[in-house]
């Protein structure tokens, strides 16, 4: 077996870390598609990404909040430079340092959805979702005869950022692409980036096993407004199938709309079924969670008009900051940001009005 590095957190208690199995030991790994991939292109005109960095020492005096509002903030690319949803890899670095300074922790989309946000007294929850599964955001590099996580990486430099503070989790969810072309294929495949395919569903053991969970974005990022309504369901079964594929029986609670677009079926973004021709296998899913490609901070799980199936997001990229969302939720009220009171059985605020 390879030995696996990951520079893991301490914050959590001991968890049994996935292995990478050498390639001599694994079977062949199916592709699901070589269909044409609809991810939006990057921009090649770079732009200045600095994020300012302010303090946050007023955490423990701040009043609770849990009607407020939480930011699900939405990485795509993680690469050198900015550009269309692209954040260079020292604004990644920035953004978790401002989101950490002022007071907001990661939590899981399970957490949310169950109303179980644990967190210090004056703490604010952040959810983050990585869409698309490049190996920008997840990517093994190969030294000594050993797999690594690549310090470079979205994951890399998550892990790099946590290694002093037990207070941030690692918890977020990787909204993944199994079929899509240019390597979006959990995480990258035919030795695009260096990624090799045997390595793909190691990576996602892997970040089940660290923590964070898994999310289906379809098979190959199809625009789901264009097709019918049998299309739209083998997109997205298929897509939780090639997750089944990696870890047997996982249960995946959150789709991402590709692009933000709803199929005319609007109920099909979240419960449908398939039938492999071949097999005449009929495939189910029913997801609890639907997230949209915008739409500023999501209300609280206690707001009486919060709804999983259409969460907005925040998506970051060029000329789309992360601070003025930040200083938009530091007015009082609903509309503000949640603030934990520290007492999970309890509920603190003022209830939006239904």
């Known amino acids: 077996m390879i030995a696996l590095l990951t520079g893991c957190s301490g914050a959590e ?31 090649d005109q770079p732009v200045a990404a600095s994020v300012s960095v302010a303090g946050d020492s007023a955490s423990a005096n701040r009043a609770p909040n849990e009607y407020g509002r939480i930011p699900i903030v939405e990485y795509h690319l993680v690469e050198a430079e900015d550009g269309t949803y692209k954040v260079s890899r020292e604004r990644f670095r920035a953004e978790l340092d401002t989101l950490y300074a002022r007071g907001y922790r990661p939590i899981a989309l399970g957490e949310m959805l169950d109303k179980k946000i644990e967190l210090a007294r004056g703490h604010s929850p952040v959810l983050f979702i ?49 079929g899509a072309e240019a390597g979006r294929s959990f995480f990258g495949n035919k030795g695009i980036e260096g990624q090799k395919s045997e390595w793909r569903f190691a990576k996602l053991r892997q970040l089940d096993s660290m923590g964070f969970e898994l999310c289906n974005h379809t098979l190959w990022h199809a625009r789901l407004d264009k097709y019918p309504d049998a299309f739209v369901q083998e997109q997205i079964a298929r897509g939780e199938l090639a997750i089944d ?110």
């Open 13 to 43: 208690p001991p968890r049994a870390q996935a292995e990478v199995p050498s390639p001599d030991s694994l079977s062949s790994v199916r592709l699901d598609a070589a269909n044409g991939d609809t991810v939006r292109p990057n921009s």
């Open 245 to 354: 594929s990696a870890i047997s029986g996982y249960k995946v609670r959150g789709f991402a709309l590709p692009l933000g677009m709803w199929p005319k079926n609007r109920p099909l973004a979240w419960a449908g079924s398939w039938t492999d021709p071949k097999t005449q296998r009929v495939s189910k899913y029913n997801y609890d969670a639907v997230f949209e490609v915008a739409g500023g901070p999501a209300r609280s799980p206690y707001d009486p008009k919060f709804n999983p199936r259409s969460l907005p997001r925040i998506p970051l990229g060029k000329n789309m900051p992360l601070f003025p969302t930040l200083r938009v939720l530091e007015k009082e009220g609903p509309s503000g940001r949640y603030v934990s009171d520290g007492d999970i059985s309890t509920v603190s605020g003022q209830q939006p009005t239904p």
């Open 130 to 178: 990585f869409d698309d599964a490049s190996p920008s955001q997840f990517r093994y590099i190969e030294r000594n005869g050993k797999l690594e996580i690549d310090p470079s990486s979205a994951l890399g430099i998550w892990l790099d950022f946590a290694k002093d503070k037990p207070d941030w989790r690692n918890r977020g969810a990787f909204c993944l692409l199994s």
